[in-house]
């Protein structure tokens, strides 16, 4: 989840109206009948995700001034539920001022550890991370860039501790909403959105503990890592717009004869993993590229991954040696291009109660009284 809504409420009439503006100097030259030109449009590489955004993003076509953000996601709210629900509009204004409200001037390219594992030595992985930062009002036409390294660290530029509160507004509003599909999408993406952060944190203190020669609390540590990609497979099995199924199957849809259905479903495969011009020892540049939260990539896929991971660090202290770095590649690129020539079968439709799941993942991982819940994990 991400996005900047003051800056799609403001941006196209700010571009319309200034000076030497194409879109205002143009208008001078139509006729009399027609006092503006104003185009207004979208290029992405994807938009199956924070439809807000791009609901917002649609209407600024039609609108010549700026809006209140405020007044529009309050609206917003009750035209996507149906009803107007307080608790859950509360949700969605503190969704406004933390993860839509991105003010470090930084794009996201979703590089949670889950969905881009580190292809790095743990030795030389820093456990130090920044603290969660209070928003504040962003500049609406801030330039994004991009932060190349080794390691793209996981982007994190609101609150969490904000954003779980949200959370539990939206579990609250669920006896009253919980029939209503998208209501359902909204809480499944929240609760994947906090847990995906939860296991960034979850895998500091796995590399932690291997710095310190930790070897139970490396075991104890990438198990329960381990556990909670099962638990967020579970969870994203809940909604139809969180399955791998689907995009396998649509893409077999195409093919019109056996190879074409083996060509085109591994096309799928490697789209969302890792581009084909890897070496058995060096991953490709483009892993993780199309890297996707889906039930089924993570328990088959994303979830095997760690553990190959996992299994090199334990083996590192048990022995007293230094990390096999090439061994935990070969391994896993193996891995990779494997699961891209498989051909098994991944669920079209969802399962499970995505209000009860996420209950339970609540008090499971974020509930204070829990005592598996570590320690000050949303201030980093």
């Not at 660290?153 to 599909?181: C, M």
């Not at 479903?265 to 889906?294: C, H, P, V």
Request: aromatic share 14%.
């Amino acid at each position: 989840m991400y996005g900047i809504l003051d800056a799609v409420a403001s941006g196209p009439i700010e571009a319309r109206t200034s000076v030497n503006s194409t879109m205002a100097s143009y208008s001078f030259l139509m006729t009399d009948s027609i006092l503006y030109l104003v185009g207004v449009g979208m290029s992405m590489e994807g938009i199956e995700q924070n439809p807000i955004v791009y609901d917002l993003m649609s209407e600024m076509a039609f609108q010549h001034n700026k809006i209140d953000v405020k007044a529009w996601v309050d609206l917003y709210s009750t035209r996507r539920y149906g009803r107007q629900v307080p608790l859950v509009q509360e949700g969605w204004n503190v969704l406004y001022h933390t993860i839509y409200n991105c003010t470090d001037g930084a794009y996201d390219k979703n590089r949670d550890v889950i969905v881009a594992f580190p292809d790095v030595d743990p030795s030389l992985l820093s456990v130090h991370n920044e603290h969660s930062r209070p928003y504040a009002k962003p500049n609406s036409r801030a330039i994004i860039k991009e932060i190349t390294d080794s390691f793209d660290r996981p982007h994190l530029w609101y609150s969490t501790s904000e954003v779980i509160y949200a959370l539990e507004l939206f579990i609250s509003s669920g006896d009253e909403l919980s029939k209503i599909r998208t209501y359902r999408y909204d809480l499944v993406d929240l609760t994947r959105q906090v847990l995906a952060k939860y296991a960034n944190r979850l895998f500091y203190k796995v590399i932690e503990a291997y710095q310190s020669q930790d070897i139970h609390g490396v075991t104890l540590l990438s198990q329960r890592f381990l556990d909670l990609v099962e638990d967020l497979d579970a969870l994203l099995a809940c909604h139809d717009g969180f399955l791998l199924g689907p995009w396998l199957d649509s893409a077999i849809q195409l093919a019109q004869n056996e190879e074409q259905k083996r060509q085109f479903e591994w096309n799928a495969r490697t789209q969302i993993t890792m581009w084909f011009d890897n070496t058995d020892e060096e991953a490709s540049l483009l892993r993780d590229y199309g890297n996707k939260y889906w039930s089924g990539l993570l328990h088959d896929y994303y979830g095997p991954r760690a553990a190959i991971y996992f299994k090199y660090l334990i083996e590192s202290l048990e022995k007293g040696k230094v990390f096999k770095l090439k061994e935990w590649r070969r391994e896993w690129i193996k891995l990779t291009n494997d699961w891209q020539t498989r051909r098994n079968i991944f669920p079209v439709v969802s399962r499970g109660d995505a209000l009860n799941t996420s209950r339970w993942l609540f008090n499971k991982y974020l509930n204070l009284s829990n005592p598996e819940k570590l320690e000050s994990w949303t201030e980093y």
